[in-house]
């Protein structure tokens, strides 16, 4: 059981270039997140996937886009990368919308 | 967005001492968690609390849901060097998590 993976663990971007951030997970969960952390502001919410087939916003979704995939993966889009979303990108599932999240190892993302 | 008030922001402690933090907030949460992050790595679960006025242990942690709702509490007994890193609080409620900013602790031998 790996839990949660994510891929890439690293990546920088230039300014206007677009990436997809993957995330799986091997737990049957189905609810899945996206969430950024930035330094003193703990993790903010950018989309989250109650189910297979929906999507939703979250606090911070300016800039994103999700696909939830099946009901193993869940990516995270950015189409044209600013300065702003340099950040650590952490992936969570769980059962249900309203039980424990578990999370992933983080994408460290740079956007010069 | 709002977000949770968590102190203190950071901690030095001797081993052996104990850890007290706490986060508090405007409006009422379901549930009460506290995630713990190493360097490098996500947010583990520590504690889960899922009603006001519970207190739950899980070996030298212990952790409180505030009678209000709108709190609680994390206590660190006995510290160890692996105590480092930083903890989180979160709130849920309608199915979404707000995090604290977390509390750094250090723990010097």
């Known amino acids: 059981n790996a839990g949660v993976t994510q891929t890439p663990k690293f990546q920088v971007l230039k300014t206007g270039q677009s990436m997809t951030l993957q995330c799986a997970q091997d737990?049957?969960?189905?609810?899945m997140y996206w969430y950024r952390q930035d330094p003193g502001m703990g993790l903010r919410l950018i989309y989250y996937?109650?189910?297979?087939?929906?999507?939703d916003k979250g606090e911070v979704p300016n800039g994103y886009n999700v696909s939830r995939l099946n009901k193993r993966e869940f990516s995270l889009r950015l189409e044209s990368a600013a300065p702003s979303q340099t950040s650590v990108y952490f992936c969570?599932?769980?059962?249900?919308?309203?039980?424990?999240?578990?999370f992933g190892p983080g994408t460290r993302l740079t956007v010069l | 967005g709002q977000q949770l008030n968590q102190s203190p922001q950071s901690m030095f402690i001797q081993e052996g001492e104990d850890v007290s933090m706490n986060c508090t907030s405007s409006?009422?949460?379901?549930?009460w968690l506290w995630y713990k992050q190493d360097p490098g790595e996500g947010p583990v679960l520590l504690i889960a609390?899922?009603?006001?006025?519970e207190l739950t242990s899980n070996g030298r942690l212990t952790a409180q849901f505030g009678i209000t709702r709108k709190d609680s509490f994390l206590n660190i007994s006995a510290s160890i060097p692996s105590d480092v890193g930083i903890y989180f609080c979160?709130?849920?409620?309608?199915?979404?998590?707000?995090f604290g900013a977390g509390t750094q602790v250090v723990v010097t031998p």
């Open positions: 969570a599932s769980s059962e249900g919308a309203v039980d424990t999240q578990y």
């Open positions: 737990m049957n969960h189905n609810s």
């Open positions: 996937s109650a189910s297979e087939g929906t999507t």
């Open positions: 409006s009422i949460f379901n549930t």
């Open positions: 609390l899922y009603k006001a006025g």
């Open positions: 979160a709130g849920e409620k309608w199915g979404k998590l707000q």
